[in-house]
Protein backbone atom coordinates (compact mmCIF):
# COMPACT_ATOMS: atom_id res chain seq x y z
CA UNK A 1 0.00 0.00 0.00
CA UNK A 2 2.90 2.17 0.79
CA UNK A 3 4.55 1.88 -2.68
CA UNK A 4 1.48 2.81 -4.77
CA UNK A 5 0.96 5.79 -2.25
CA UNK A 6 4.60 6.85 -3.34
CA UNK A 7 4.13 5.97 -6.64
CA UNK A 8 0.94 8.41 -6.78
CA UNK A 9 2.49 10.95 -4.80
CA UNK A 10 5.16 10.84 -7.82
CA UNK A 11 3.11 10.93 -10.46
CA UNK A 12 1.55 13.75 -9.02
CA UNK A 13 4.30 15.77 -8.64
CA UNK A 14 5.75 15.13 -12.03
CA UNK A 15 3.07 16.53 -13.83
CA UNK A 16 2.57 19.74 -11.57
CA UNK A 17 6.45 19.68 -12.59
CA UNK A 18 5.45 19.43 -16.10
CA UNK A 19 3.32 22.74 -15.96
CA UNK A 20 4.42 24.73 -12.91
CA UNK A 21 8.07 24.64 -14.35
CA UNK A 22 7.37 26.44 -17.73
CA UNK A 23 5.36 28.88 -16.10
CA UNK A 24 8.56 29.12 -13.18
CA UNK A 25 10.93 29.76 -15.94
CA UNK A 26 8.96 32.53 -17.83
CA UNK A 27 8.37 34.49 -14.32
CA UNK A 28 11.93 33.79 -13.90
CA UNK A 29 13.17 35.12 -16.90
CA UNK A 30 10.53 37.90 -17.45
CA UNK A 31 11.52 40.03 -13.51
CA UNK A 32 14.35 38.28 -12.56
CA UNK A 33 17.43 38.11 -15.45
CA UNK A 34 15.43 41.47 -17.04
CA UNK A 35 14.52 39.71 -20.57
CA UNK A 36 11.77 41.18 -22.02
CA UNK A 37 10.43 40.85 -25.58
CA UNK A 38 12.21 43.61 -28.66
CA UNK A 39 8.64 45.02 -29.12
CA UNK A 40 5.31 45.08 -30.36
CA UNK A 41 3.86 44.87 -33.88
CA UNK A 42 0.33 46.79 -34.56
CA UNK A 43 -0.82 45.86 -37.90
CA UNK A 44 -3.57 47.87 -39.38
CA UNK A 45 -5.19 51.25 -38.52
CA UNK A 46 -8.46 52.16 -36.11
CA UNK A 47 -10.89 53.90 -38.78
CA UNK A 48 -11.50 57.61 -37.13
CA UNK A 49 -14.23 58.45 -36.51
CA UNK A 50 -15.46 54.63 -35.27
CA UNK A 51 -18.08 53.58 -37.66
CA UNK A 52 -21.41 52.18 -36.27
CA UNK A 53 -22.96 48.97 -36.55
CA UNK A 54 -25.70 47.93 -39.07
CA UNK A 55 -28.79 47.33 -36.63
CA UNK A 56 -29.44 43.49 -36.28
CA UNK A 57 -32.46 41.39 -36.15
CA UNK A 58 -31.86 38.62 -33.14
CA UNK A 59 -34.59 35.83 -33.15
CA UNK A 60 -34.68 32.94 -30.92
CA UNK A 61 -35.65 29.27 -32.18
CA UNK A 62 -35.99 26.41 -30.50
CA UNK A 63 -33.62 27.63 -27.62
CA UNK A 64 -31.00 28.75 -29.69
CA UNK A 65 -30.03 32.66 -30.93
CA UNK A 66 -29.92 34.00 -34.23
CA UNK A 67 -28.76 37.12 -36.22
CA UNK A 68 -28.82 37.54 -39.49
CA UNK A 69 -28.91 33.88 -40.16
CA UNK A 70 -25.96 33.11 -38.48
CA UNK A 71 -25.62 31.50 -34.33
CA UNK A 72 -24.25 33.88 -32.22
CA UNK A 73 -25.32 32.30 -28.85
CA UNK A 74 -26.70 29.36 -27.28
CA UNK A 75 -28.22 30.88 -23.94
CA UNK A 76 -30.89 33.98 -23.49
CA UNK A 77 -28.08 34.66 -20.67
CA UNK A 78 -25.56 35.68 -23.44
CA UNK A 79 -27.65 38.30 -25.09
CA UNK A 80 -27.81 41.18 -22.09
CA UNK A 81 -24.45 42.54 -23.74
CA UNK A 82 -26.06 42.86 -27.13
Known amino acids: MNTVRTRNLRTIGALAALFLMPLALSFWMYYGVGWHPAGRTNHGELLQPAL ?14 YTSGRAVATQPA ?4 M
Open 78 to 81: AMHC
Open 52 to 65: PLPHAEVLEVNGRW
